[in-house]
């Protein structure tokens, strides 16, 4: 089993659900990469130089922040362009980068899904490791059966980060992360569910999976906009009344 394997998916759209807003959005994506398994512990160990207790458990207790300077190591490792900048606080995504990053929301969705319209892409006993297992830690990857897509846990073990905002509006920098985790009822193991936390949070239940490729624009890569999260966060701008961060 190759840790480090990526799927190549071809082009196809996936429709997002927002549950607060009551809205949803068809987002038409190119062929990209992603990870057949989430990244694990191992990966970090051999990266970081970082000591792995569970060598093929997925890494978990990871920030955002974390996540994507994990991507830019990954991408030194291999010779790959990074595909993040910091400045600060700041990060900025060079879309045109070879290099490892974080999906969109629109890309996990879609690579999840795997084709599928329901809240699981089969029975969740088989393919997720979740609170009715049992369990008391995550589990070591590829042991439940995979999706159409040959993806493995993208449902349940651990939540997985992504590149986008979670709203803007409402939560500020919080970043988004999907899939659910090993402790989750079925209500929250889902392929459209959404959960999120700042970038420098972290989460014993939340850990990432790697993806390459796919942009189409320099500001709205698969799904994302800069732009409409500038103009639907109101950054630089007045808050909408009643507006207070997650504490």
Request: hydrophobic share 40%.
């Amino acid at each position: 089993m190759d840790l480090w394997e990526l799927r190549a998916l071809p082009a196809g759209t996936v429709t997002l659900h927002d549950a607060r807003r009551k809205t949803q959005r068809t987002v038409a994506l190119e062929p990209f990469e992603i990870g057949v398994f989430a990244v694990t512990e191992e990966q970090f160990a051999e990266v970081l130089g970082i000591a792995a207790q569970h060598p093929r458990r997925p890494a978990r207790d990871l920030s955002w922040m974390r996540a994507i300077r994990f991507c830019n190591a990954a991408s030194e490792w291999e010779g790959l362009d990074r595909a993040y900048a910091f400045d600060g606080e700041e990060v900025t995504w060079h879309v045109d980068s070879d290099g490892y990053r974080l999906p969109t929301e629109a890309e996990w969705e879609y690579a999840c899904r795997a084709g599928s319209t329901g809240p699981h892409f089969g029975p969740l006993a088989d393919v997720a490791w979740t609170a009715a297992d049992g369990t008391s830690a995550p589990q070591d990857v590829g042991l439940k059966l995979p999706n159409l897509n040959g993806l493995f846990d993208t449902l349940g073990n651990v939540w997985e980060w992504c590149w986008d905002f979670l709203d803007p509006e409402r939560y500020d920098d919080y970043r988004v992360f999907r899939g659910g985790g090993f402790a989750d009822d079925a209500w929250s193991v889902r392929a459209g569910v959404r959960r999120g936390g700042a970038p420098r949070m972290h989460h014993d239940d939340v850990g990432l999976r790697l993806a390459r490729g796919g942009v189409d624009a320099v500001d709205a890569a698969q799904g994302w906009s800069a732009r409409a999260d500038v103009e639907r966060g109101g950054r630089g701008g007045a808050r909408p009344i009643g507006w207070t961060p997650r504490g």
